[in-house]
């Protein structure tokens, strides 16, 4: 089960949009056996398995028990496996006591088992690892080191022990296909 968080204000958890029926709830995984990513469609239990993935989403949280993220985008899996994803642009305000965190524009996204919990690391400026409790926002996803990692094109915000994702630059994303 998700950790739902009920000690932070609801203002800064911002959900997509359940109106628009191109968006699907889903999980993302790390396949131990098949070293691949696996994204399953919470309302079906279909499953895909990809080498890559793009684009825009927003994570609704984590599921530190068993490592995964909790997703809303819409998946497009092409041929070559890669998942392609996209969501609406969701204006939401970021805590007044968050901090801005890093100084590059790619963060690195994963899974720590040891401790059940996540790492966020600067992967252009300070190369430091912050260890946290979950995720939150509209992010931009960037994987391609084929490994169990998912990167962030953009910035991150520091409360407490969450991170709250923004897109860079502050603009909507493009659904381009």
Not at 92 to 108: D, F, I, M, N, T
Not at 134 to 139: A, D, E, F, K, V
Request: proline share 7%.
């Amino acid at each position: 089960m998700a950790d739902q968080f009920p000690d932070t204000p609801d203002r800064y958890w911002v959900p997509s949009p359940s109106d628009d029926s191109r968006l699907q709830s889903l999980q993302l995984s790390w396949s131990l056996t098949q070293k691949k990513f696996r994204w399953m469609d919470l309302n079906t239990e279909e499953e895909w398995l990809c080498t890559e993935a793009d684009g825009s989403y927003y994570n609704n949280g984590t599921d530190n028990a068993v490592g995964r993220l909790l997703i809303t985008a819409q998946l497009e899996v092409d041929a070559s496996g890669i998942a392609h994803l996209w969501h609406p642009w969701v204006p939401s305000e970021v805590p007044p006591l968050a901090v801005e965190w890093g100084e590059g524009g790619k963060y690195r996204q994963c899974y720590n088992r040891a401790m059940r919990c996540w790492r966020w690391r600067d992967e252009e400026g300070t190369k430091k690892v912050e260890l946290v409790r979950t995720y939150r926002g509209l992010g931009e996803m960037d994987w391609h080191d084929h490994v169990a990692h998912v990167f962030h094109r953009g910035k991150g915000y520091l409360y407490e022990d969450m991170v709250y994702l923004r897109p860079y630059p502050d603009e909507p994303p493009k659904c381009e296909w």
